[in-house]
């Protein structure tokens, strides 16, 4: 039964749309050509992903030598792109499983894409995790699997053994998540499909949806379930991230609040993410009506709200640097904001702290411009948040003869871009064969938030709202 | 189900409509086999009659499992197999397998729960769907009343069906 919605919220679907025009926009890219922004777009991903992966395999051929590590700093660019990523995968759970138990309607348009992003960007950390491995062919060796060195098995009391178990679980559960999310959509797709190959596809996918009634209660419990267990699952994920440097014994790494720090960081650069992307897709698919002004808004609200938290942080170990006593603690703070890695140190203060205040007043909130801008520039900040913590930590430790700078080399850039390559390879294979809105859940939440609901619909609704 | 005329169906393009529909012929001494809907709609399993589902205990069950496999795992290996002094701790260090068994706890408890949600509703890959209407996975609500078990006769389900709103009535 539809709740009832106050008259005073902004419109969610805008149009005047009807549960047909949802299906018809939503399936239009899918069944269609590909259009050229498509193609274009798509090559030059593909481009991209092919000079990364020769960059990645050179790495893999002849060792992580050709990074720019050196004995003192022997974590750099693959860590803090490692955990870059996982924060941005933040993003998609918290959307999907979070707002789901908060009764968030507004995640109904945005949450199919999110959840992709969150699964390719742990693909991308995965990547530098397997890469910092050095010999990523030895990966299983991070596994309990039974073996010849007379049953050595791995640590489980250590936080990077937890790390393999958290974001091993977090890739499934989520693709789990996505893909449950994506049947009863595969069926519609499976039931317009005209040629034979989507017709095979779509209809090996759906799993043989009918859409009974049985089935929906069923999947209801299922979904809420799921996102009830995703929740404290993302959580987990980058507390134990954050751990694999608090239980270290490093001057800017041992540090209390770092997992609900870690957290909020994620959500704040993952929403960020969502917005970039979400505001080319909404141009590109002509998607404005389901992904409103209104959706815009509240995901800059999220932003500025993490961000103040992420802030907050910052201030906060500073304060504890000093407060602790601890003179090492001190120092690797007051390195950070006037050593040599000054520029990065500001940077990141600029990009996180200030620039999502801005969002404070409504007119920055909801400007598209503005908007697609500051999110690109609050994941500019969040990478240099963790080149922060990870490079700066390390680069001056406890013996000045052995400090030292990182500079990266072609391989440590080029690994980088083969993230970005896969990245955006996969999301415009998804964008292009998958329905990148979640039709039956748009088409669910459409009465009361949709503009220009039909006449009677309106009567019959009344009729029946308790 | 089979194709032998033997389904009555009521096309409604209202989920309030139909959810409604479900009580006015079920007051009517009509049995309704099933509604097909393109989206979730709250009540109507409860309208129809529909046990409450058992998925939880289940999701539960499976989340007890990967609490005991993981447990089993890391104390298995870690205190009897091939224990080994980590940090001065215990061989039984507890506080730091709660990582570890929280993860599979909840692996265990989301593939269980899929794998149970996908055997109850009999959906597997490459199954072939028994679709009354096509229209059901885009904007139509149908109710699918089976007349050999109803003692009605045709003619009056279809009546009860145009009363309750049905936009279409159909014979599958």
Not at chain 1, 300 to 324: C, R
Request: charged share 15%; aromatic share 16%.
């Amino acid at each position: 039964m539809s709740h009832v919605v106050s008259p005073i919220r902004e419109k969610l679907v805008t149009g005047g749309k009807s549960y047909h025009d949802v299906t018809h926009d939503i399936c239009k890219q899918v069944e269609g050509e590909p259009t050229k922004e498509w193609k274009w777009a798509f090559g030059i991903s593909c481009i991209i992903f092919a000079y990364g992966a020769y960059c990645l395999f050179y790495t893999w051929w002849q060792g992580i030598g050709v990074w720019g590590l050196n004995k003192t700093v022997g974590w750099a660019w693959d860590i803090t792109n490692f955990v870059w990523w996982v924060g941005i995968g933040h993003a998609g759970t918290l959307i999907s499983a979070v707002l789901l138990l908060f009764r968030q309607k507004w995640r109904t348009s945005i949450n199919r894409s999110a959840e992709a992003m969150t699964i390719f960007a742990v693909l991308c950390a995965a990547s530098f995790i397997l890469a910092h491995m050095g010999r990523p062919w030895l990966a299983h060796w991070a596994l309990p699997l039974p073996n010849t060195f007379g049953s050595l098995w791995v640590n489980f009391n250590s936080p990077l053994v937890w790390d393999v178990f958290a974001i091993s679980t977090y890739l499934s559960v989520s693709l789990l998540f996505w893909y449950m999310g994506l049947v009863p959509d595969l069926a519609t797709i499976r039931d317009r499909a005209t040629t034979k190959a989507s017709k095979f596809w779509y209809g090996l996918f759906s799993l043989g949806w009918t859409g009974s009634a049985k089935t929906w209660a069923r999947y209801e419990y299922m979904s809420l379930i799921l996102a009830g267990i995703s929740t404290p699952l993302v959580l987990s994920v980058h507390t134990i991230v954050s751990m694999d440097f608090a239980t270290s014994v490093i001057p800017g790494w041992h540090t209390t609040i770092f997992p609900p720090y870690f957290v909020a960081g994620a959500i704040f650069s993952g929403f960020a993410m969502v917005q970039t992307l979400l505001l080319i897709t909404r141009v590109v698919f002509k998607l404005e009506d389901y992904i409103t002004i209104e959706h815009i808004e509240m995901m800059n609200i999220v932003i500025t709200i993490t961000g103040s938290i992420v802030g907050i942080a910052y201030l906060t170990e500073f304060f504890i640097a000093w407060y602790s006593g601890v003179e090492y603690e001190s120092y690797a703070f007051i390195n950070r904001a006037t050593g040599p890695y000054w520029w990065a140190y500001w940077m990141m203060m600029t990009c996180n702290v200030i620039s999502p205040q801005l969002f404070w007043a409504k007119s920055i909130r909801t400007n598209l411009m503005v908007s697609f801008f500051l999110s690109i520039v609050v994941n500019v900040g969040m990478w240099f948040e963790r080149f922060v913590i990870i490079v700066t930590s390390l680069h001056r430790d406890y013996i000045p003869s052995s400090w030292a700078m990182f500079s990266p080399t072609r391989y440590d850039i080029g690994d980088y871009i083969f993230s970005f390559g896969l990245f955006f390879t996969l999301f415009f294979l998804f964008a292009k064969f998958l329905p990148v809105v979640n039709m039956a859940e748009v088409k669910a939440v459409m009465k009361g938030v949709s503009t220009n609901y039909p006449a009677k619909k309106a009567k019959a609704s009344t009729k029946t709202d308790e | 189900m089979s194709s032998t005329n033997n389904y009555i169906l009521g096309v409604y393009d209202d989920e309030d409509e139909v959810l409604h529909a479900v009580s006015e012929v079920k007051s009517k001494g009509i049995k309704i086999e099933e509604v097909y809907t393109p989206f979730p709609i709250h009540g109507l399993d409860t309208a129809l009659g529909h046990p409450r589902t058992r998925l939880p205990i289940a999701a539960f069950m499976f989340g007890c499992l990967g609490l005991v496999c993981a447990q089993a795992l890391i104390n298995y290996t870690m205190v009897f197999d091939w224990p080994m002094i980590i940090g001065g701790k215990d061989f039984f260090a507890l506080p730091d397998w709660i990582p570890i068994t929280f993860e599979g706890t909840v692996l265990f408890t989301a593939f269980g729960l899929v794998t149970t949600f996908c055997i109850s509703n009999d959906l597997y890959p490459g199954k072939k769907p028994e679709i009354l209407d096509i229209r059901i996975t885009d904007d139509r609500f149908v109710m699918a009343i089976n007349v050999d078990k109803n003692k009605k006769s045709a003619a009056d389900i279809k009546k009860a069906l145009k009363d309750s709103g049905a936009v279409e009535v159909n014979v599958k």
